[in-house]
């Protein structure tokens, strides 16, 4: 009669735990490195630059012959353009300026001898 070898049944279990083993720490070294990656950027957010407290005007005020911008003072900047307002197409220009530390915009033609090009008004 032919035994088994119970060694052989013996060790196989230890070759297995040991593959299983290493997967699970893979596994939770993974999931710590994912985590980890997920706080630091959320840490990362809370460390933005400061928004400014007050507004401000690049171009102080509503020169339409510069182009300029305006920060208010909740982290918006919005920047002088031309815009199209009338049927007739006349490229107008929109400026921002800060009123009550906010800014506000307003468009207007840039009058005779001046076009709107590039957010300002220049002489044609």
Known sequence: MVRPNHDVLQKAPKKYSIVIAMIAILMVLGLALFIGTRIVS???????????????????????????SC????????????????VSGELQIQEYYCENNVCKSRISSCGEGFACAGGKCIKT
């Open 42 to 68: 959320q840490i990362g957010g809370l460390m933005s630059p400061p928004v400014p407290t007050e507004c401000t005007d690049s171009d102080n005020g509503t020169f339409t012959e510069a182009y300029g």
């Open 71 to 86: 920060a208010d003072d909740v982290g918006r900047t919005f920047y002088d353009t031309c815009v199209i307002t009338s």
